[in-house]
């Protein structure tokens, strides 16, 4: 059998197995599309604040009314998924884009943010230096006619009936290679709405945390600095912030997060602890005075996610002549 037979018959079988994967899709409803998002019922008359399980990386959507803050976009392969659930939602356009800080974790997938939304004003660290993330950001902001504006210390805003403070950032634009320095550039937000208080805190470690402490008051909700790494979430700085609730953004990872003593120092405090890797997307509500807590089994992690049988063919069939580069001759 020559080799140009070889290569019909294996397209013919490839063929025949999509379309019978295809069919088991339908019947099945387990697909790609499926996989990715509906459309919740959203009470625009509440704050409302989703957690997006990203994997080991941070990712937080906030609404307030018609007010769209997006604060970090996961991985490079996050942003994809990030944009579809906000477009699910009908959302459009961000009114404010926060990148805590330049790591990947953090502002990968902000460049498929900015290409598949529109986009108000972009808060990010001040960086000197060329990063495949943050060069890829810049690329598409440019692409949009729109600039990064630096934030600083005691900056406020408002989102809705909402109000934010900017609680620490550096601008001075440390060393790549100086992780530390590069975390302790996070920008930290305060978000008060009612009665409530929330807190994102970045990759910021406990230097930061010291820092703050004699400005911080009891808080709701703890957005838990650095994916509940040792370096930060310090005893003496949750004795004084005292959350309601704790969530930690994490996913599977080398680095031992979250952190065993500073699952202890939460538990000493008795806040009540979520994390995406446990509890997927989580969703918190408030009118501003009761804060009411969903999950949503919504796996944004473009790393991690789990593809459909169809999808994995798919891929098999666009590599299939660098699978077998010999039977593309005749």
């Given amino acids: 059998m020559s080799k ?3 290569r019909n018959i294996l397209v013919l079988i490839v063929i025949i ?10 019947l099945n409803q387990y697909n790609y599309e499926s996989e990715l998002y509906s459309k919740i019922e959203i009470d625009k008359s509440l704050l409302n604040i989703f957690y997006l ?32 659930f906000l477009k699910a939602q009908g959302i459009e356009k961000i009114d404010y884009l926060i990148g805590t800080h330049i790591d990947d974790d953090h502002i990968g997938g902000m460049y498929k943010i900015i290409e598949e939304m529109d986009i108000g004003t972009v808060y990010v660290p001040n960086n000197q230096y060329s990063k495949s993330s943050y060069d890829s950001m810049k690329s598409e902001l440019e692409q949009k006619d729109k600039i990064i504006s630096i934030t600083n210390v005691d900056h406020e805003y408002m989102l809705g009936d909402a109000k934010c403070k900017v609680l620490a950032v550096d601008n001075s634009s440390p060393s790549l290679d100086n992780d530390e320095a590069i975390n302790d550039t996070s920008i930290v937000i305060e978000l008060e709405y009612g009665t409530t208080k929330y807190l994102f805190m970045g990759d910021a470690s406990s230097n930061i945390e010291r820092k703050l402490l004699e400005e911080l008051s009891k808080i709701e909700v703890l957005k838990v600095a650095h ?5 930060s979430t ?15 953004s994490v996913g599977k990872n080398s680095y031992g997060h979250p952190n065993s003593e500073v699952l202890e120092r939460l538990e ?22 009761l804060i009411y807590i969903n999950h949503l089994d ?29 039977l593309s001759t005749t």
């Fill in 4 to 6: 140009k037979n070889i």
């Fill in 17 to 26: 197995v999509i379309i019978c994967g295809v069919c088991y899709k339908k």
């Fill in 53 to 84: 399980n990203v994997g080991q990386g941070d990712s937080t959507v906030i609404m307030m009314g018609d007010y769209i803050m997006l604060i970090d976009a996961g991985n490079p392969s996050d942003g994809y998924y990030i944009a579809e």
């Fill in 227 to 231: 994916h509940g790494s040792n370096k």
């Fill in 234 to 248: 310090s005893r003496e700085f949750l004795h004084i912030v005292r959350p309601t609730y704790s969530i930690i």
């Fill in 268 to 289: 000493e405090i008795k806040t009540n602890l979520y994390t995406t890797q446990n509890n997927g997307t989580i969703w918190i509500k408030s009118d501003g005075n």
């Fill in 298 to 326: 919504y796996n944004i992690d473009g790393a991690n996610r789990k593809v459909s049988y169809v999808e994995n063919l798919n891929i098999l069939t666009l590599y299939y002549f660098k699978i077998f580069p010999f």
